[in-house]
């Protein structure tokens, strides 16, 4: 194996929160509701990704998961630290190289691939509100994604309130 390769990740470790500073060239920006997926996601997951930072404690990639990492129930989860590892660049292009390839290849999740996930979901039986949860989807998207008709989805959406929505009232008239 090539050493080069593997040594960022043998060097892992959990530091300070504190300790760690953003850089200041990230182009990327996420919405609260993705932050608020984030979180979910680590709750739900765990913590799989580390944030990559230069040998200063600088940012590299992972901005997001160390500025949802202080907010509450995970900071005190995670007692006030994040893992990291470090990664060494001979300049700062280097590291500018490394932020924007770290976001750029996460890419886009494609229309088609996600029909299919919210049906297999829904037809195990998972609920609006859970798929909902768990994607960071409004019901309004999950429906979108969904083979459901207009009224079948808010049928599923009231099942079990005893007053009607007002989406379902609104449909009514």
Same mark, same amino acid.
């Given at each position: 194996m090539d050493?080069?390769?593997i040594k960022p990740l043998s060097t892992i470790q959990w530091v300070d929160r504190e300790e760690i500073k953003p850089n200041s060239y990230n182009p *990327?920006?996420?919405s609260k509701q993705n932050l608020e997926l984030l979180k979910q996601s680590i709750l739900s997951n765990g913590w799989t990704l580390p944030i990559v930072i230069r040998p200063d404690f600088t940012i590299i990639d992972g901005f997001h998961r160390w500025t949802i990492a202080g907010e509450e129930p995970l900071y005190s989860m995670l007692e006030g630290k994040v893992p990291v590892v470090i990664?060494?660049?001979k300049d700062k292009a280097g590291n500018i190289y490394g932020t924007v390839?770290? *976001?750029r290849a996460r890419?886009?999740?494609?229309l088609e691939p996600m029909k299919a996930i919210?049906?297999?979901l829904m037809d195990e039986g998972k609920t609006v509100q859970e798929i909902g949860k768990q994607l960071g989807m409004r019901p309004e998207e999950?429906?979108?994604l969904s083979d459901f008709s207009k009224e079948d989805f808010l049928k599923m959406?009231?099942?079990?309130?005893?007053e009607y929505s007002k989406a379902e009232y609104i449909t009514k008239i």
């Amino acid at each position: 194996m090539d050493n080069k390769l593997i040594k960022p990740l043998s060097t892992i470790q959990w530091v300070d929160r504190e300790e760690i500073k953003p850089n200041s060239y990230n182009p *990327n920006r996420v919405s609260k509701q993705n932050l608020e997926l984030l979180k979910q996601s680590i709750l739900s997951n765990g913590w799989t990704l580390p944030i990559v930072i230069r040998p200063d404690f600088t940012i590299i990639d992972g901005f997001h998961r160390w500025t949802i990492a202080g907010e509450e129930p995970l900071y005190s989860m995670l007692e006030g630290k994040v893992p990291v590892v470090i990664v060494e660049h001979k300049d700062k292009a280097g590291n500018i190289y490394g932020t924007v390839t770290h *976001n750029r290849a996460r890419g886009t999740h494609l229309l088609e691939p996600m029909k299919a996930i919210v049906k297999e979901l829904m037809d195990e039986g998972k609920t609006v509100q859970e798929i909902g949860k768990q994607l960071g989807m409004r019901p309004e998207e999950v429906f979108r994604l969904s083979d459901f008709s207009k009224e079948d989805f808010l049928k599923m959406m009231s099942a079990g309130v005893e007053e009607y929505s007002k989406a379902e009232y609104i449909t009514k008239i």
